[in-house]
Nanobody, 126 residues
Framework: QVQLVESGGGLVQAGGSLRLSCAASGRTFSRCAMGWFRQAPGKEREFVAAISWRGGNTPYADSVKGRFTISRDNAKNTVYLQMNSLKPEDTAVYYC???????????????????WGQGTQVTVSS
């Protein structure tokens, strides 16, 4: 079992920044690939970014590439999503997820992930 708790969401103006955190507990966090996904109102949940267990492989969605940065601190069992130059279209509930079956090649597919957090709301005003 892996328990995931996201934090750091909130309301920010367009062009601003937020850093999301996802604290993990349970089984060995450092051997899991981790991902961030988001779901906007009326839309399906979509991939944002992911990170391998050592942090060397970090795929991003095209819509956030160059603005968002995913990172992790395995000593703290935490994964982060630094979001800069935020746009109103980034408004969504953001979820972190753990893939316990993958170490080095994090997936963009949400059905590959085994555990999910409860989500944190990010709202970007124009």
């Amino acid at each position: 079992q892996v328990q995931l708790v996201e934090s750091g969401g909130g309301l920010v103006q367009a062009g601003g920044s937020l850093r999301l955190s996802c604290a993990a507990s349970g089984r060995t966090f450092s051997r899991c690939a981790m991902g961030w996904f988001r779901q906007a109102p009326g839309k399906e949940r979509e991939f944002v970014a992911a990170i391998s267990w050592r942090g060397g492989n970090t795929p991003y969605a095209d819509s956030v590439k160059g603005r968002f940065t995913i990172s992790r601190d395995n000593a703290k069992n935490t994964v982060y999503l630094q979001m800069n130059s935020l746009k109103p279209e980034d408004t969504a509930v953001y979820y972190c997820a753990a893939d316990i079956n993958v170490v080095n090649n994090p997936s963009r597919r949400q059905n590959e992930y085994d555990y999910w957090g409860q989500g944190t709301q990010v709202t970007v005003s124009s």
